[in-house]
């Protein structure tokens, strides 16, 4: 079956240490997306890739980066240069790009606590 | 900061009862999505609106995109507990489409 992955669910940090976090889909899906959910604030964008090797930095890019070397992934490092990593982090995917009205597919989210 | 406002943050309603979600937009939107986020999981797609004053159903569910493409509302006619949720609703900007902005959202409690 066709969908995302993200891995792990759950994950823990020591304050300092960078981390990455997986996202795979086989949807074959060009554009694909990370966001940020913290209760009560609703989705916020982290960055977006639109296709292989581009990426753009959403509204709360600072502390994080990501690549996009395969069309199938879009990791996202949560560095120690983020203040508050402790989230729930979702990637989603879309057929195109937002402006062409596709909807985004979302994984079921990691879970990051960093003490 | 967030640009696409949701009210209420939260609703609790008896089963049975009606239930309405407004979402309002700075600026003028050039689609507007919907989505539904159960207590643990993550978002799903519920539906998409495109033309101004659009109006679309599905079964208990009725959603409308406002004239200036600027508000919509989701409407559920008697709830039942599988409603509990969050709804969020979600889209690009007109001059901006690179970004897509989701709402606060609305979170929905039913009581049996």
């Known amino acids: 079956d066709g969908g995302i992955t993200q891995s792990p669910k759950y994950l823990f940090r020591k304050e300092g240490q960078n981390v990455t976090l997986s996202c795979e889909q086989n949807?074959?899906?060009?554009?694909m997306y990370w966001y940020r959910q913290d209760p009560g604030q609703g989705l916020r964008l982290i960055y977006y890739s639109q296709i292989v090797n581009d990426f753009q930095k959403g509204d709360i890019a600072e502390g994080y980066s990501v690549s996009r070397e395969k069309k199938e992934s879009f990791p996202l490092t949560v560095t120690s240069a983020q203040k508050n990593p402790t989230a729930f982090y979702l990637c989603?995917?879309?057929?195109?790009?937002?402006?062409?009205?596709?909807?985004?597919?979302f994984g079921n989210g990691t879970r990051l606590t960093v003490t | 900061g967030q640009q696409v406002m949701q009210i209420p943050q939260y609703q609790h309603v008896q089963e049975g009862e009606d239930f309405t979600t407004y979402c309002n937009s700075s600026t003028t939107l050039s689609n507007i999505q919907w989505y539904k986020q159960r207590p643990g999981g993550h978002p799903v797609f519920l539906i998409q609106l495109v033309k101004s004053g659009e109006v679309k159903k599905q079964k208990r569910l009725t959603f409308q995109f406002g004239e200036a493409k600027k508000n919509s509302s989701l409407h559920i006619t008697a709830t039942q507990t599988t409603d509990v949720g969050t709804y969020f609703c979600?889209?690009?900007?007109?001059?901006?489409?690179?970004?897509?902005?989701f709402g606060s959202g609305t979170k929905l409690n039913v009581k049996p």
């Open positions: 949807l074959n899906h060009d554009a």
């Open positions: 989603a995917s879309s057929i195109r790009p937002s402006h062409y009205n596709s909807p985004l597919h």
């Open positions: 979600a889209g690009p900007r007109t001059y901006n489409f690179n970004k897509f902005y």
